[in-house]
């Protein structure tokens, strides 16, 4: 349990269903049977060595808790009101956190999300929440990371996947920053004013507009990720950005056939222009050939394809996780995410919940772990669990 968290909870200064529709959420650690990668005693004083010398860094997340009724899911993304899993997050190795609010879910007041008016709400109230404790920091420059690691807290860095609600408002990207945003993602899954998304069969690219937005990104100083971009989307956002871009979940299409992960010619080109890749776990994703169930291995095995396409100055992890079901969750809001879109070229073996990273306290832990007991070097973890975003960030956030 980190020192720095004393037992907040989302909206402990409200009274709930006085002030607002409680649910009961799913627990943050024991949902299902938890996992550690054993180590040997020698591996297990070099994992203690390795989160206590390093930033550990996330590059994509949601820390939030869904309920624990996934037919109350629906009514609970409506209400805006998502809870942010504090005592979670404070048994787990991670310093600084990249959270991407409700995403595909920001249904506030609209079925089809992403509008302007749901960002801001959801934006709003989840920053309202993490102003009434002090264990998770407001994490808006790099020395908000290092502060957070010195106090035994977590630096909370607001990201969002998509740029779908500036609609064709350049300024919109300012008044973001503004509010404390640091990475915005081109494009959902769904095609937008910028680029193509994902799921569409074909893909125009960057549009005029696109190519303005990542300018305005540049100069003010937000990072830009690719994730759910279509490919020559991704290509053209590389090539206009004066600075290095982020993939920040994502995995290689090489080794399982769907659109949801990138082909080896957008893995090497960002990593060409100075980007860095980070791994994904989010159920059904980051699958092979090899390890059909999705699970640590399948997820560590596009790990090192990755890194002999591109080198470790290039890779990263943004496992892409939450509290709760997030299989049911994916069910539920398919529509909404492209799931179905994402996953139509090829089967899969269908899986409760992803075993050994089932939330954002297990997955890092159990990656650093996995890192030690393939021993990897103590230079190696450093760059992957941390210093390779450093390294991006210090150029991007001007």
Known sequence: MKKGYRGYRSYDYLEAEHDYQYFKLAAEVGRVKPYRLPLNQEEEERFEEMISKNLIISLHEHPTIIPEQLQELEQYERQGREATAFAGLAESCLDVIFDNMMDGTCVIHSKAGWKWEDIIHDIGMRTCDIDHQDFLIKGERLDDFYQAKTEDKIAWVKSLESATMIENELERIEILYGLGVRMIGITYSESNSLGNGL??????????????AVERMNKVGMAIDLSHCGDQTALDVIAASTKPVFISHIGARALWNIKRLKPDEILKACAAAGGVIGVEAAPHTTITKNNPDHNLESYMEHFEYIKE??????????????YGDHVGLHDLFSSNMSIEEQTATTTHQKIEYVKGLENPSEAMENIIRWLVKHNYSAEEISKVVGKNILRVLKEVWN
Do not use: M, N, S, Y
């Not at 799921?199 to 303005?212: A, C, R, V």
């Not at 396409?309 to 939450?322: E, S, W, Y």
């Open 199 to 212: 799921k569409e069969k074909q893909d125009g690219g960057l549009t005029i507009f696109g190519h303005q």
């Open 309 to 322: 396409l591109v080198g470790i100055d290039h890779l990263a992890f943004g496992p892409d996780t939450l």
